[in-house]
């Protein structure tokens, strides 16, 4: 079976530029995460969403940053307009159960380089 | 709010030596508490999880980890390292009521394996 599928792998963009993460989950499972890990703030949780609805955003670090879930199979995360500070390596994880969240799948994750 | 402590940054162990990682929890009541392991380029992957009774707990690839209360530590160990287990581990701890099960997780531990 398919894990959790992101892409790209690798992102070098430029101060200023509009950048897209994309997540494709495991089929079925109902729950979605984005997470960010950087050397000095270790591993963050941005948000998450359950059934498609985003349930906790206090993790996104400021209004650049949005994401979404249209649909069971696909979630993004954009940072608008990047910046430096936001290089870092970006997950997507997901849960097959409401009520067993701690039960997560990674993905391979994004590398991101804001130069 | 709960909090994971992982002294240790780097381990380094000859292969076929037995291993620990350290972790401690700061939490008001007993948590739930995980362990994760992320190979290089990869996503973190569950290891094994603690909940309740017998405090030594079975995880896959060899590793086991025990509760001690007493000492709000939660240790992972092997007795055989092989040099595939590489990687970076991460002890998490999530609320054991009451909550969203999401965990919070340590700053990481990397174990270097040598030859």
């Known amino acids: 079976d398919a894990g959790v599928i992101q892409s790209p792998r690798h992102e070098v963009t430029e101060m200023g530029q509009e950048v897209t993460l994309r997540c494709k989950p495991i089929?079925?499972?109902?729950?979605l995460f984005w997470y960010r890990q950087t050397m000095m703030r270790g591993l963050e949780l941005l948000i998450y969403f359950n059934n498609n609805v985003p349930i906790d955003d206090s993790g996104m670090p400021e209004d650049r940053f949005s994401a979404k879930m249209p649909n069971a199979s696909f979630s993004t995360l954009k940072i608008q307009p990047s910046e430096p500070r936001d290089s870092a390596v970006y997950f997507c994880?997901?849960?097959?159960?409401?009520?067993?969240?701690?039960?997560?799948?990674f993905g391979p994750g994004t590398r991101l380089t804001v130069t | 709010a709960q909090s994971v402590t992982q002294p240790d940054i780097h381990i380094t162990v000859s292969e076929g030596a037995s291993l620990e990682l350290r972790c401690n929890y700061s939490y008001g009541a007993t948590p739930y508490l995980f362990w994760y392991v992320q190979s290089p380029g990869q996503g973190l992957q569950l290891l094994l999880k603690?909940?309740?009774?017998?405090?030594l707990v079975q995880g896959i690839k060899g590793f086991e980890a025990e509760f001690k209360r007493s000492q709000s530590s939660f240790n992972l160990r092997k007795p055989s390292v092989h040099w595939s287990d590489a990687a970076e581990y991460f002890c998490?701890?999530?609320?054991?009521?009451?909550?969203?099960?999401?965990?919070?997780f340590g700053r990481g531990t990397s174990l270097i394996v040598h030859p």
């Open positions: 089929s079925g499972h109902n729950s």
């Open positions: 603690y909940f309740s009774g017998d405090t």
């Open positions: 998490a701890v999530a609320p054991a009521s009451g909550g969203s099960y999401i965990p919070t």
């Open positions: 994880a997901s849960s097959p159960r409401t009520g067993a969240l701690y039960e997560q799948y």
